[in-house]
């Protein structure tokens, strides 16, 4: 099901941890299958959840469903945003002068409000923007769409803010100290704005639907990502599991995989190989393991 595409470091290190995750099941199957759930150290309970037969359009479409709600209130934050920076750019001007506005405390305070109220606004939409985009990913066959979508909140910024910098520096009335302090003030919630609203660990569609179904996975409720490994340290404190495929874990908004689980898969199999490599065994289940160097120290390209 797997369509090749550009690899980025993203879907390298997705990959990886496929693989690690498959090495895991590969490696279990072998061990005898008694100790892992008695032996753990925390009790679970543990509850299975989903059908099994969700279909990557399916799929799609519920992940659509969820990211929604939260799309349609970043929109609207982003439009009251917009609209605050309208009213900060009517107050600096003298367009807009109610009374209270007309004297020169009033007059700061108008538009400095106004400046702060489009901050606030740009920062919680992005926030949701980001939110929904983890629910419901991107493709990232076109690169530059992607970094557009997942960035989305980073142009919004410079619209909500730059707008107002070019009406100060342009207006003829107000006086130069108080034109310089509005644009800083202006250009510093553009960086501010900006800065909260790019994803730095975005996921793409590709990612999602490649982890999608793979493997049993645990979660919480309250929790954002899903755990490779029932004993996960993050889950000492959690008494109530949820078990299911990743694709359930996907459709209850959980559409990453636990840092520390995957780190762990990875280092999992990397040993397995190993200890493959070292009993001489050429028929590790694993299609993209370079016989060259097994017995070296794997150069680690995804990083
Ligand atoms: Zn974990």
Redesign the pocket.
């Known amino acids: 099901m797997a369509t090749k595409n550009d690899n980025s470091a993203a879907q390298d290190a997705a990959k990886k941890a496929l693989a690690a995750v498959q090495a895991k099941k590969a490696a279990e199957k072998t061990k005898a299958a008694d100790d892992t759930r008695a032996s753990g150290k925390v009790q679970h309970n543990i509850t299975h959840v989903g059908q099994e037969s969700t279909n990557k359009e399916e799929l799609l479409a519920i992940t659509k469903k969820n990211a929604m709600p939260y799309r349609i209130a970043a929109i609207i934050l982003w439009i009251l945003a917009i609209g605050f920076e309208v009213f900060a750019i009517l107050f600096f001007t003298h367009k807009f002068e109610p009374a209270f506005a007309a004297e020169n405390p009033g007059w700061i305070i108008s538009w400095v409000v106004c400046l702060v109220l489009d901050l606030v606004c740009v920062i919680i939409g992005s926030q949701l923007w980001k939110k929904a985009n983890h629910l419901d990913p991107a493709s990232a066959k076109n690169k530059t769409k992607f970094w557009i979508h997942n960035n989305l909140g980073v142009f919004l910024s410079v619209l909500a803010f730059l707008p107002f910098i070019i009406f100060v520096l342009t207006d003829k009335k107000a006086d130069k100290k108080m034109k310089t302090i509005a644009a800083v003030a202006a250009a510093v919630a553009l960086v501010v704005g900006g800065l909260t609203s790019v994803d730095w660990n975005p996921i793409s569609q590709e990612e999602l639907l490649e982890a999608a179904g793979t493997t049993e996975v645990y979660w919480t409720d309250s929790g954002t990502?899903y755990?490779?490994?029932e004993d996960?340290s993050?889950?000492n404190h959690s008494v109530e599991l949820k078990e299911g495929t990743t694709t359930t874990a996907i459709e209850n908004g959980k559409t990453r995989a636990?840092k520390?689980?995957e780190a762990r898969a990875i280092r999992e199999a990397d040993e397995a190989a190993q200890a493959a490599a070292d009993a001489g065994k050429t028929d590790v289940d694993s299609g993209t393991t370079d016989k060259t160097d097994t017995g070296e120290n794997t150069v680690d390209t995804g990083n």
Request: glycine share 0%; charged share 0%; net charge neutral.
């Open positions: 990502v755990h490779l490994y996960c993050h889950l636990c520390t689980c």
